[in-house]
């Protein structure tokens, strides 16, 4: 059975810092790509970062120079670390494990809010 279980959401003021992990089990995740995705009330769900089995990354625009994804294979782990958060920012985010085959895992989300 294959799990994504996202944390290090919260409330956090403009300017501040988080860092989301997303603990994957049931997959060989080491030949995954895996990312970060976010979705706002009202939004559809968006690209935030993606890393590849090789460690090459991808960023969105609004987010590129402010948060950094890392993989630990070791730990079967994806993270996110976010700083000078905005309140555009608020969203669910959700962790994604693609395998090589094009099946497509999500964890349940977590939620992140930016507000003074």
């Known amino acids: 059975q294959v799990q994504l279980v996202e944390s290090g959401g919260g409330l956090v003021q403009p300017g501040g810092s988080l860092r989301l992990s997303c603990a994957a089990s049931g997959i060989l995740f080491r030949i995954n790509t895996v990312g970060w995705y976010r979705q706002a009330p009202g939004n559809q769900r968006e690209l935030v970062a993606t890393i590849s089995s090789d460690g090459s990354t991808n960023y969105a625009a609004s987010v590129k120079g402010r948060f950094t994804i890392s993989r630990d294979n070791a730990k079967s782990t994806v993270y996110l670390q976010m700083n000078s958060l905005k309140p555009e920012d608020t969203a669910v985010y959700y962790c994604?494990?693609?395998?090589?085959?094009?099946?497509?895992?999500w964890g349940q989300g977590t939620q992140v809010t930016v507000s003074s």
């Open positions: 994604r494990a693609r395998s090589p085959r094009g099946f497509n895992y």
